[in-house]
C-alpha cells in the first residue's frame, strides 16, 4: 500500500492560532529536500496573529522523484499520492477551523508550488488566495492546460526569475493563462537574474494577502 501512495503515513503539522478560535488559515507546501517544519518557520516572516497554519509532510522530503515537466509516467505513484495528501491538509484546515474555502491561502515554494497550482486548477473554488513561489503546472513540455470549472475570483500570485533553472518563464506563463481563463485575479511577476527563491515582493504580497483576509 505504501507503495502505491507513497504519502499516506506522512505527518501534516500545524501551527500558529487554535482553529476553533482562528479568522483564516494558510496550507504551506514545502519544496523537493525540504519540510513542513521549514514552510512554518518561513509563515513567521509574513504571518499574523489569528491565522492557523498547516503544512503536510512530503516522503523522505520530495514530493515526486523526477521534474515536474518529465513525463508523468516517471513521477508516478509520487505525484497523484502528492495530490491526496495535500487534499487532507486542505480539508483538515477547513475541518478544524469550521471556516469557508474564501478564508484558506494556499502557498507553496518549487515543487510545492507546482503540486499546488495543479491541485488549485483540479480543485477550483473562490479560495482566499493562492500564491505560487517559483512554480507552474505539472505535466511535460508540450502539454496544453485545460481545466474544467472556475476560480471566481480568487487571488493568485506566481512569481518567477528569469532565469530560474528549474522553472521556464514560458511554464509560468502558461499557467498564468489558464488561471487567468478560469477566472483568477492573477498576478504575474517575473523578476530579473535572481535564480531560484522566494523573493521580498512575494512576502509582502502574502503579508497583504493575509491581512486581507483578517479583515485588516
Known sequence: MADADPHADQPILTAGADPEE????????????ATARGMLQFADEFGREGVH??????????????SFMAP?????????????????????????????AEKLLLTGFSQGACLLSSYA???????????????????????TFHFEGSLDGTPVMLGVSDDDPHIPVSRAEETVDEFERMGADVRFDVYEGRGHGIFPEEVEFLRTLVGRLLGE
Open 53 to 66: 497554519y498547516v503544512a503536510p509532510q512530503a516522503a523522505r522530503g520530495t514530493w515526486y522523484p523526477n
Open 22 to 33: 482562528a479568522d483564516a488559515a494558510v496550507v504551506l507546501v514545502h519544496g523537493r529536500g
Open 121 to 143: 486548477a483540479l480543485n477550483p473554488r473562490r479560495y482566499g488566495g493562492v500564491v505560487l513561489l517559483s512554480g507552474g503546472f505539472v505535466g511535460p513540455e508540450g502539454e
Open 72 to 100: 508523468r509516467e516517471s513521477n508516478a505513484p509520487f505525484y497523484e499520492s502528492a495530490l491526496a495528501h495535500l487534499a487532507r491538509a486542505v480539508e483538515r484546515a477547513r475541518e478544524t477551523t469550521g471556516l469557508p
